[in-house]
Structures are given as C-alpha cells and as structure tokens.
C-alpha cells in the first residue's frame, strides 16, 4: 500500500523553508558572481546552444551543500547532478514529503557570453504538487526574487544601502498599459524551434513586442514585477520554471505550469513539451490568444 508523506499544512513551517531557500540560491549564486573566463570550461549538452559549465557545476554542489546540510531528509532535483536524497532510487520520494528542484545557472549561454540574464532558481515542492517557496538570485543584475504559498512575492535589491535593499512586493503588470511585452524562448531542438516560430506569430497579434532574455526564471519573475505583461514557453524543464512560477503566482498573476509529481524518477521527462504560461489572469491569458493548454 502507499504510504502518503505529503506534509499537512499546518506541520510544515514555511519561514524555514524559505530561509533555506534563501541561503541556498544564494550559496549558488555566490559562485556565479565569481564568473571568470579564464576559469571557465564550458561543453555541450544536447546541441551545440545548449551548454554546461564548470560554474553550473561548482553552483549547484554549493546549493546542493545547503540543502544537505539543513535539510539532509529531503530529496533534491537539479539540472546537472539528478536526483538525489533518502529515498532516491526507484522513486524520488522523501521521509518528509519535499523536494527540491535546483536549477543552479539559469541562462547558462547568457553567463558564458557576459550577458547578465542568468540565476539561481532554488524551489520546494510538497508530494502533493503543492510548491511552498521559491527564490531566484540573479547576482549580475543584485536581485533576489522569493515566494512562499500564499504569502506573496517580494523582491529585493541588493546593495548595501539599507533602504533601497528593503523588500518590495510585487503585483505583477498592469493590464491597462499600453505597448505590452511578451517573454518567451526557444527549444535547443531544431523542430520544436520551427512549432515555436509559428507559433509566435499568432501571439504576436496581441502584444507591440516580443522579449527573448535567455532566463525562463528571470522572465517569470519580470512578469511578477511588471517588467513584462505575459511570459509563454513551451519544452522547458521543471527547474526552469520551478521558482519562478510560484512567485509569478504569488505575485497575483494567472499561471498554468504543468502539475508537479514526486512519484517520477526522473521528475523532467512528463515536461519537457509541455507550456507554462504566466498573466494577469486567466481572462487576460485568453483575451490575448495565449495558448492554455
């Protein structure tokens, strides 16, 4: 018989994940800081845009180190070490009922080119599909973005004055502006690329004009803090999108992501075709022709 570890509400305290989260995309975010071209070894993946880094590495063992040491009972998920964790095996499940999903370097092409578009997603996610806290850490540009379930999104600049560095939260763009912006991105796969073409396009009918930042982490969040009106992609993976979703959510913004599951080894493989769309509302969403499949 299965045996259901999803934590209840009310036994799961939100304020320490969320520390922990914000320890470690910070932890991961510091290596990227220290970006060094000289010291830099970069190979491919699946195709020759697709790349890998020694810093992708460096970042998430430091995120990973976090989350080892503050929550050695739960499972980890991140873009280039797998899964990890008690129970992670067959079924990535944990004697607590969390996982984490890491993406240590979101916007790899970006960093290696100088590009200051990247970050470290760090996010949780209960066995139940439900995600409890988020945080985005983008040290090139000194932000940090975070969201816990039902308490808001917040944003914080990073700097050493007090005052500017105070949390401000987000509700996402506003509807009414004029010259809105779309976010989206491209597949590393030469046909889902062409799809994606085409079908920009028909969206673009709704929008003055179209961003393609290189980060699906950061352009969730921009869409939380107004920056951009509506962010849609499609063929990304869990930890893409993972944290920025939430606070995208949090924000006040409409979100369809796909549903989240524990119970997959290899929790990216239901995903990787399937879109994630973010606006200010459902409405909004289908007022202007955004797929919400």
Not at 170 to 181: A, F, I
Request: glycine fraction near 10%.
């Amino acid at each position: 018989m299965a045996v259901d570890r999803s934590p209840d509400r009310e036994s799961v305290d939100l304020d320490e994940l969320l520390a922990t989260a914000r320890r470690a995309a910070a932890a991961g975010a510091a290596v990227l800081a220290g970006r060094d071209e000289r010291r830099m070894e970069a190979t491919t993946k699946s195709s020759d845009s697709d790349w890998v880094t020694s810093f992708d590495l460096a970042a998430e063992r430091a995120v990973r180190a976090v989350l080892t040491d503050e929550r050695p009972d739960d499972v980890v998920s991140g873009e280039e070490l797998g899964t990890s964790g008690s129970d992670a095996g067959a079924s990535p499940a944990s004697t607590t009922g969390l996982r984490w999903s890491v993406d240590p370097l979101d916007g790899t092409t970006n960093f290696i080119r100088g590009i200051v578009y990247y970050a470290t997603s760090v996010a949780v996610v209960a066995a139940d599909g439900r995600w409890l806290a988020g945080v985005v850490h983008a040290p090139a540009l000194g932000v940090e973005y975070w969201a816990t379930a039902g308490r808001g999104a917040w944003r914080r600049q990073l700097t050493d004055d007090a005052e500017r560095g105070r949390p401000a939260r987000l509700g996402g763009p506003d509807p009414e502006r004029p010259g809105r912006l779309l976010a989206t991105g491209f597949s590393y796969n030469g046909t889902s690329r062409t799809r994606q073409f085409n079908e920009l396009e028909g969206l673009m009918s709704a929008f003055a004009d179209v961003r393609r930042l290189g980060s699906a982490a950061l352009d969730l969040c921009l869409v939380a803090d107004g920056t951009l009106d509506a962010f849609r992609e499609s063929g990304l993976h869990e930890h893409d999108w993972a944290a920025g979703a939430l606070i995208a959510q949090e924000a006040g913004c409409w979100v369809h992501r796909p549903t989240a599951s524990t119970a997959q080894a290899d929790p990216d493989d239901q995903w990787r075709e399937e879109g994630i769309t973010a606006a200010t509302s459902r409405h909004e969403a289908q007022r202007l022709d955004l797929d919400l499949s």
